[in-house]
């Protein structure tokens, strides 16, 4: 199994951008999915999820201004991101969790992270 994200880069503050997660090896249909983002000194948070019944949800920093999307036809995880804040700054990871009926971080798999940076 392998996730490929993409789509990071440098973004002015209220900007827009979208990442990518291509999987290959499986298929996210039915399975929990998550993308996560690790600032330097913090720890890795999930900000947007996808769970196996097809609820989404996301933590308040960025609720209304993420969104969590899929195509099952190009086995693609989007995460459209909106208003950017230099706090968004970080390196975003997703992530496929076949255990759970919610992402997990210990366990699943993980792609190998994007680098977005928001300019102020």
């Known amino acids: 199994v392998q996730l490929q994200a993409s789509g990071g880069g440098l973004v002015q503050a209220g900007g827009s951008l979208r990442l990518s997660c291509v999987v290959s090896?499986?298929?996210?249909?039915?399975?929990?999915v998550g993308w996560y983002r690790q600032a330097p000194g913090k720890q890795r948070e999930l900000i947007a999820a996808?769970?196996?019944?097809?609820?989404?949800d996301y933590p308040n920093s960025v609720k209304g201004r993420f969104t969590i999307s899929s195509d099952n036809a190009k086995n693609t995880v989007y995460l459209q991101m909106n208003s950017l804040k230099p706090e968004d700054a970080a390196v975003y990871y997703c992530q496929i969790d076949p255990n759970n009926y919610w992402p997990e971080p210990d366990f699943g798999f993980w792609g190998q992270g994007t680098q977005v940076t928001v300019s102020s």
């Open positions: 996808i769970g196996t019944m097809g609820r989404t």
């Open positions: 090896g499986t298929t996210f249909s039915g399975k929990a």
